[in-house]
């Protein structure tokens, strides 16, 4: 059975980069019909943030991709683990680790380090002098088994524990000792095949000073014992790759398969990061994308279906989805195409649910959206729908609906005409509205009232409907007159209608 995983790290938000991760991870098992792993590595202790593990669940759950084991969110909102591989929490996994390594250490794969940073710092220095890659020189790789004994009997007199737990004194660290010769060669699923001559391999620390595995330990044992079948991960991670199949080979295990996924580029070519701006899940959910939309889009990044087809639910990715379509180049993060595709999910959202997800970001807004009917509140959604690109704009975009605009006299007067013209327009516009019953503000009752105003009266289209539309909106872009007016009057009334024109006259005079 198909296995995969995912496997972030509880340090913050939730980088745009780990979605498209775990979204092809569970899309590639869903597509087999297999299972997928929530997994979380926290052997960096030094990194880890509060919240961020409960944090990272609730996003996964709140988007849709889910897991078959590990961490999930319960009915009462609460993080629980389940599964048979567990625990999926690595920094419970520590005596795990420690057992590998000692079989390591035990066959002559990997040996105790007992440099300091002190020399380690010098050796990078020297070799940066020399244009060499900075590289560990195997120094305590030579050590005799009395010289090894004579430092660990020296740091146990120091208060220290060579085989975990706190201590006083500082632990050595132990490392994998790398082939000297031959070479590793990566099969993975997107790039082919990548050769690595071993020479080249740093001797990877794989027990950290503090007893904690590293990620190139860690990462092999988890996904041997949890049976993973393929790891699907970012394209920064293919140098370590042939690091982790010596350590599989080392180990006696088969490697699961690998898929390396392209960099996700800003559209001036550099990397994705914080430093160009949003680029957490959580940043794009609060400024209103769409979960649907984000997954769509995100799924875009890098694979291609080969088709004319834009608009992909999950259950279409996970049909559709092969890793014979994510492209080696890097993929841009395109906003515009953000925005075009969350466009296209507002549309099809119904118009009451449209309002109901809109009423967050108005009372952002400072908008008391309860005391307004939902019919109105239904209708400005439906006036709106095929404008708005994300949730967040609805604010200002539909400001006026609930409170009369602000303007400069000059936005009053169409391009043909002038201040005392459109003055006399609006008066009587004005006397129109006053003799209109109210059940006349319906948008087709109203086109036709006002046309037929304008023909009795000879004036041209312009010059009344733009003063008009700019006197109930304050706008010098916003829906047509008649469907802004209709709404305006079946939220606030007729009478609404006529002290906003009023309003325009006396700006005008």
Not at 177 to 196: C, F, K, M, R, S
Not at 370 to 378: D, I, R, V
Not at 441 to 463: Q, T
Not at 473 to 490: D, H, I, Q, R, W
Request: hydrophobic share 40%; aromatic share 10%.
């Amino acid at each position: 059975m198909v296995r995969t995983r995912f496997a972030p790290s509880p340090t913050g938000f939730v980088h745009i980069g780990s979605l498209r991760t775990a979204l092809f991870s569970f899309l590639f098992a869903r597509h087999h019909g297999g299972q997928h792993v929530l997994r979380v590595e926290d052997t960096d202790q030094n990194r880890l943030v509060e919240g961020a593990l409960e944090n990272l669940v609730h996003v996964m759950n709140q988007m849709g991709i889910e897991f078959d084991e590990g961490f999930y969110v319960t009915d009462d909102g609460s993080i629980k683990e389940r599964g048979g591989h567990g625990p999926y929490l690595q920094s419970k996994r520590l005596e795990i680790y420690q057992k590998y390594a000692k079989q390591l250490m035990d066959e002559g794969k990997a040996y105790y380090c007992f440099c300091s940073e002190e020399r380690l710092e010098e050796l990078r220095k020297e070799q940066t002098a020399l244009k060499k890659p900075p590289m560990y020189d195997r120094h305590c790789k030579k050590l005799s088994a009395d010289e090894i004994k004579s430092k660990i009997e020296e740091f146990s007199a120091k208060g220290g524990s060579a085989s975990g737990g706190k201590s006083a004194g500082k632990r050595p660290v132990i490392r994998f000792a790398i082939p000297n010769e031959g070479q590793t060669v990566i099969h993975d699923l997107i790039y082919g095949d990548i050769t690595y001559e071993n020479k080249v391999l740093d001797d990877q620390v794989i027990i950290k000073s503090d007893g904690f595995p590293t990620y190139h330990l860690a990462v092999v044992v988890d996904d041997h014992l949890m049976e993973i079948t393929h790891v699907i991960r970012g394209e920064e991670w293919l140098p370590s790759t042939p690091k982790h199949i010596l350590i599989y080979q080392a180990l006696g295990w088969q490697p699961t398969q690998f898929a390396h996924l392209p960099l996700i580029l800003n559209p001036d070519k550099s990397k994705l990061s914080k430093r160009q701006g949003d680029v957490a899940v959580e940043d794009f959910l609060k400024k209103g994308y769409l979960k649907e939309a984000l997954i769509n889009f995100v799924a875009f990044l890098g694979w291609n279906p080969k088709t004319e087809q834009e608009i992909f639910s999950l259950n279409d990715l996970i049909a559709q989805f092969d890793l014979a379509k994510i492209n080696k180049s890097g993929a841009v993060f395109d906003l515009n195409k953000l925005d075009w595709i969350n466009g296209q999910y507002i549309k099809l959202k119904t118009d009451a649910a449209l309002a109901e997800l809109l009423k967050p970001y108005w009372q952002e807004y400072g908008t008391k959206t309860e005391k307004f009917s939902g019919a109105f509140l239904t209708a400005i959604a439906a006036l709106e729908k095929e404008r708005l690109k994300k949730l967040s704009e609805i604010g200002e975009r539909t400001a006026y609906f609930f409170k009369a605009p602000d303007y400069a006299p000059e936005l009053l007067v169409w391009k043909k005409s002038d201040k005392e013209k459109t003055k006399s327009v609006l008066s009587d516009l004005l006397e129109l509205f006053k003799n209109l019953p109210e059940a006349d503000y319906a948008k087709e009752k109203l086109e036709l009232a006002i046309k037929k105003f304008i023909v009795d009266k000879n004036y041209d289209n312009g010059s009344v409907l733009w003063p008009f539309r700019v006197a109930i909106t304050g706008l010098e872009k916003s829906p047509g007159p008649f469907e802004a007016a209709a709404v305006l009057a079946l939220g606030l009334g007729k009478t609404e209608i006529l002290q906003r024109i009023e309003t325009a006259i006396k700006k005008l005079s």
